[in-house]
């Protein structure tokens, strides 16, 4: 199996799992525009809050995930029922390259060779918010006027991005997800992120990111069912330069959040081809 294949067994079992129990929630009905014939009018205006000015980021969305066929071979992605985010495999998209410094060329080859072993999430480690919108399963938005709440199923992780006007903290505790906040620019939502722990992986590939790293987000929700997150990284310890991607998600309707522990009962580590982890 390519050495992608094997990392990508662990987020292929998780997104099949997540499938699976997501819709199990008996008679959730997401409130929507509909469009004359009654079928959800994802194509609808964007909600705003109640000030009928700000945009309404708040839903559950399902980042754009791709099937495994020759097309998308070269990810070393595998069969899985509702296919992979790209960003998840690699965060630069299909056959791109990062601007690495020359140890992080190093660390990315090596992490390839090693397979899943080394994989954060294999020892489910959360998420960086650098790649958390490429997650395999559903994040649930929840905003109010000073604050926007990121909920992940994996792991229960959330997420906090202040909207009150404060500034970023300085040396501050390094956090798995740092420090945010956001202001809005017209439609547009920029966040601000620092306070990172160091070590941390943006996707199956191990491209690294480091305590030195800034993320900037600027998330636009395009209609009623469409997000859209374009991320710049700027990590002068890894990258030799800032760099950006793309994320776009949709909204996953009639359905809710429920928990993913990936260590409770943990069955997944032996079923990964090529994985020697004990």
Request: proline content about 8%.
């Amino acid at each position: 199996m390519h050495p992608l294949g094997r990392l990508a067994v662990a987020i292929a079992i998780g997104s099949c799992s997540v499938a699976t129990v997501s819709a199990q929630w008996p008679e959730v009905r997401t409130k929507m525009p509909l469009t004359p014939s009654g079928a959800p009018d994802l194509s609808a205006p964007a909600p705003k809050l109640a000030d009928g000015k700000t945009p309404d980021l708040s839903g559950i969305w399902d980042a754009e995930k791709r099937p495994c066929n020759e097309a998308t071979a070269a990810l070393g992605c595998i069969d899985a029922q509702q296919g992979i985010p790209p960003g998840a495999i690699n965060i630069a998209g299909a056959n791109n390259e990062l601007p690495m410094q020359p140890w992080a060329q190093a660390a990315v080859k090596e992490r390839t060779a090693n397979g899943a072993k080394d994989f954060p999430i294999s020892r489910c480690l959360p998420i960086s918010p650098a790649n958390s919108w490429a997650s395999i399963t559903l994040l649930k938005v929840v905003q109010t006027s000073d604050t926007l709440v990121v909920l992940d199923e994996y792991m229960l992780q959330f997420r906090q991005i202040f909207l009150d006007g404060r500034r970023l903290p300085d040396n501050a505790e390094p956090l798995f997800k740092g420090y945010s906040v956001g202001k809005w620019e017209g439609d547009t939502l920029v966040v601000e992120t620092t306070g990172l722990k160091d070590g941390a992986w943006l996707d199956v590939r191990g491209h690294p990111l480091t305590d030195q790293a800034r993320i900037t987000e600027r998330i636009r929700r395009v209609d009623y069912g469409h997000l859209q997150v374009d991320t710049t990284i700027d990590d002068p310890k890894a990258y030799t330069k800032p760099w950006s991607a793309t994320t776009r998600l949709s909204l996953a309707t009639n359905t809710e959040l429920l928990e993913y522990i990936c260590n409770e009962n943990e069955k997944s580590l032996q079923h990964m081809v090529g994985a020697d982890v004990k």
